[in-house]
């Protein structure tokens, strides 16, 4: 079994900063792809940005120059380094690890950025 737990959501002023993490425990491959979605109140989730275990790094465009991607691989712990928040960035966060076709979640972290 394979479980994910985020950590580091909270409440932030508009130009704040905020990390979050995301520790994965269980039968983790080697090579995977792990990620980050969001999905903000009467929305559908959303992709945002998502890091494979050799390092490729991509990001939806709203948050490019603004947020950073990163991971240990040692520790299955993925980082999600999140400046210049903007109220548009408010959601709950989930993590995600795909391994071939299995794709797994974490339960959400809630991100607030006030105006």
């Known amino acids: 079994q394979v479980q994910l737990v985020e950590s580091g959501g909270g409440l932030v002023q508009a130009g704040g900063s905020l990390r979050l993490s995301c520790a994965a425990s269980?039968?983790?491959?080697?090579?995977?792809?792990m990620g980050w979605y969001r999905q903000a109140p009467g929305k559908q989730r959303e992709w945002v940005t998502r890091?494979?275990?050799?390092?490729?790094?991509s990001y939806r465009d709203s948050v490019k120059g603004r947020f950073t991607i990163s991971r240990d691989n040692a520790k299955n712990t993925m980082y999600l380094q999140m400046n210049s928040l903007k109220p548009e960035d408010t959601a709950v966060y989930y993590c995600?690890?795909?391994?071939?076709?299995?794709?797994?979640w974490g339960q959400g972290t809630q991100v607030t950025v006030s105006s």
């Open positions: 269980g039968s983790i491959f080697s090579t995977n792809v």
């Open positions: 890091i494979t275990s050799g390092g490729s790094t």
């Open positions: 995600n690890l795909v391994m071939g076709v299995q794709s797994y």
